[in-house]
Structure formats: C-alpha cells, structure tokens
T-cell receptor, first 112, second 113 residues
Framework: DGGITQSPKYLFRKEGQNVTLSCEQN?????MYWYRQDPGQGLRLIYY???????QKGDIAEGYSVSREKKESFPLTVTSAQKNPTAFYLC???????????FGEGSRLTVL | SQQGEEDPQALSIQEGENATMNCSYK?????LQWYRQNSGRGLVHLIL?????REKHSGRLRVTLDTSKKSSSLLITASRAADTASYFC?????????????FGQGTTLQVKP
C-alpha cells in the first residue's frame, strides 16, 4: 500500500540531545514537508523540499535541520538549539501542482 | 504565519444534525483545502476548492468559497458520531505552486450519539 511512514511514533529526549525523526514515502511524490503541531493549535511549517537535494525553510525552521538525499526520504533533526521541542511532528508529501497533502501518522516528541 | 482563522473553535452537536465550520484568510489564494484530524493521528484531505469555484460537494460535505470576503465554510450534513474530529482549513497562496499550505487553528467537532 502506498503511503507515508513516520517513525518513531513516540520519542522521549533529554534536554541537550539531538533527535532525528524519520519520514519515508512510496507515493513517488516530489515534494515533502515537515509541520509542527502544538496542543489545540494548527500546523506550522518547519521545512519543505520540492526536489531531491534541495529544501527551503518554513516559518519556524530555527533549531531544526533536514536533508533530502533520496526522493523517498525526508528526515528531520530536532537539535538542542530548539528551545521548546516538545510537540507533535507531522510529515507530508504531495505531487507538484495538485496542492493536496498526504500525511503520515505523526511522531510525538517529549523532552524530559 | 497563520493565515486561516477558524470559527467556532469548538462545536458540539447531536448525531443527525448538520455542522458548519467557517474559515477566514488574509491573502489571495490559489486554492483552499479542508482536512480532518482524528485525535493523535495525521491529517486526511477532505476537499479542495479552487479560487475560481464557489461551491463544491463531496458526499455529505459541502464547501463554499467567497473570495470577496476571503472566507470559506464547511458543512457536514447528517452528522455521525464517527465525524468527531478536528477540522482544519488550509490555503495555498496566490500563484504559488510549491504545495506549501498555511493552516488555520482548527475547529474541534464533537458529535454525540
């Protein structure tokens, strides 16, 4: 079945540690996105990539990093520089031009 | 930046009733989309309406778009308990073709059996 797989679903991290969230898609989509969702809030864009080996900052990129070495994969690293990393992280992908996003099931990160 | 403002923030209705959610936005758009999110899950795309469309239907969903007022509404008819979820509007700005969407804060809908 085609879709987007995020892992891990739950992650706990100590302050000062970097953590990497995985996002893999087999939909053959060119574009991929990372969003952050805080309780009771909408989604805010962290980074997006329209093509392999290229990505752009979204509205809240500080403290995060990404890579796009393969079309299928768009991992997100939450660095120790992110001051408030506890949140629900959602990865999405889309075909160029359609606008419709396909989402993974999310990764919930808790900083202890 | 948050573009969409949704109203109401929360809505509680009885099964069988209709649910209406509203979304307002600030800039010119290419299209407006509605998504659904069950608690703790990812978002699921419901419907997309383009800037040159005024109304669109999909099953029990009806979406309207008024570009002069920069607003949209989502109507769910004959609601079911399974419709309980959060609903988000999202806009694709102007002539942008990046797929980059800006989401509203969402409306939490509870449908009581």
């Amino acid at each position: 079945d085609g879709g987007i797989t995020q892992s891990p679903k739950y992650l706990f991290r100590k302050e000062g540690q970097n953590v990497t969230l995985s996002c893999e898609q087999n939909l053959n989509h060119d574009a991929m996105y990372w969003y952050r969702q805080d309780p009771g809030q909408g989604l805010r864009l962290i980074y997006y990539s329209q093509i392999v080996n290229d990505f752009q900052k979204g509205d809240i990129a500080e403290g995060y990093s990404v890579s796009r070495e393969k079309k299928e994969s768009f991992p997100l690293t939450v660095t120790s520089a992110q001051k408030n990393p506890t949140a629900f992280y959602l990865c999405a992908s889309s075909t160029q031009g359609t606008g419709e996003l396909f989402f993974g099931e999310g990764s919930r990160l808790t900083v202890l | 930046s948050q573009q969409g403002e949704e109203d109401p923030q929360a809505l509680s209705i009885q099964e069988g009733e209709n649910a209406t959610m509203n979304c307002s936005y600030k800039t010119s758009i290419n299209n407006l989309q509605w998504y659904r999110q069950n608690s703790g899950r990812g978002l699921v795309h419901l419907i997309l309406i383009r800037s040159n469309e005024r109304e669109k239907h999909s099953g029990r969903l009806r979406v309207t778009l008024d570009t002069s007022k920069k607003s949209s509404s989502l109507l769910i008819t004959a609601s079911r308990a399974a419709d309980t979820a959060s609903y988000f509007c999202a806009t694709a700005e102007g002539s942008s073709n990046t797929g980059k969407l800006i989401f509203g804060q969402g409306t939490t809908l509870q449908v009581k059996p």
